[in-house]
């Protein structure tokens, strides 16, 4: 049997388990291959994770872990080191941990879908994680300025206090790379000023649970184009998927 999984401190939410299950189902694999949920309390319990399930060759990492897990792994792919940040470890027979970034590809794909031929200069990111260092890395690739926007100070470029109707004007994409809106706290929304939200404006939210989200809705009764994290989700987990099995 292999087995996979998802490490991550809360999982409740995750639609990982179900998505690779019923993969698994549709290629013949239900015999042989098994994906779980493993929440751990600190990321320093890893170890014993991978010592008490010797049969695991492939995890997932989510939050708070896509930074925190880098000191366990042995090296990095050339695009997880540039990102900074982690959320696919390929477990070799030999032991050895190799993380890699699919969030990119994700994001990637994402974005083609949002924005289509549009183009734009600058983009709001909100959060300063491991998944906000993904999105940077790709908007700098489109030649897109991120702007980090963080709840404290120094952690981002400008605090969410500082999201003036100037800002919120200039950086007509605008994406949510927190956990904020996720299930089962669905009625909160990051804290930006949404009456300056318009037709011209994109908003991406990495949630993909509720599939609207509250910041979505926000920005669609205000005509922006949306996109939530679902189709993110599902380009990412191939991308895992096809690693693991190399």
Not at 103 to 118: A, E, I, N, P, W
Request: aromatic content about 8%; glycine content about 8%; charged content about 20%.
């Amino acid at each position: 049997m292999r087995k996979f999984g998802l490490i991550g401190r809360v999982l409740s939410h995750s639609f990982s388990q179900q998505y690779f299950t019923q993969k698994f189902s549709r290629e013949g694999l239900s015999a042989e291959c098994e994906y779980s949920l493993y929440e751990l309390e600190m990321v320093d319990l890893l170890p014993a994770l991978l010592k008490n399930n010797p049969e695991l060759v492939g995890l997932n990492v989510t939050i708070p872990y896509k930074k925190q897990v880098i000191p366990y792994l042995n090296s990095l792919s050339e695009e997880a080191a540039l990102v900074g940040a982690v959320n696919c470890i390929k477990i070799n027979s030999d032991g050895t941990l190799v993380g890699y970034n699919t969030d990119v590809d994700g994001v990637r794909f994402s974005l083609d879908k949002l924005l289509g031929d549009t183009a734009v200069a600058s983009a709001l990111v909100l959060g300063s994680g491991g998944a906000a260092q993904a999105v940077c890395y790709v908007l700098r690739e489109r030649s897109i300025e991120p702007c980090v926007v963080s709840r404290q100070a120094g952690k981002g470029d400008i605090c969410y206090e500082e999201l003036t109707q100037e800002v919120i004007a200039s950086n007509r994409l605008i994406i949510n790379a927190t956990p904020v809106g996720t299930f089962p706290h669905i009625d909160e929304c990051p804290a930006i000023p949404y009456d300056h939200i318009t037709p011209s404006h994109f908003l991406f939210d990495l949630v993909y649970n509720p599939s609207q989200t509250e910041f979505l809705r926000r920005g669609l009764s205000k005509g922006a184009h949306t996109l939530s994290g679902i189709d993110m989700l599902y380009a990412q987990a191939d991308k895992a998927w096809d690693i693991w099995c190399r």
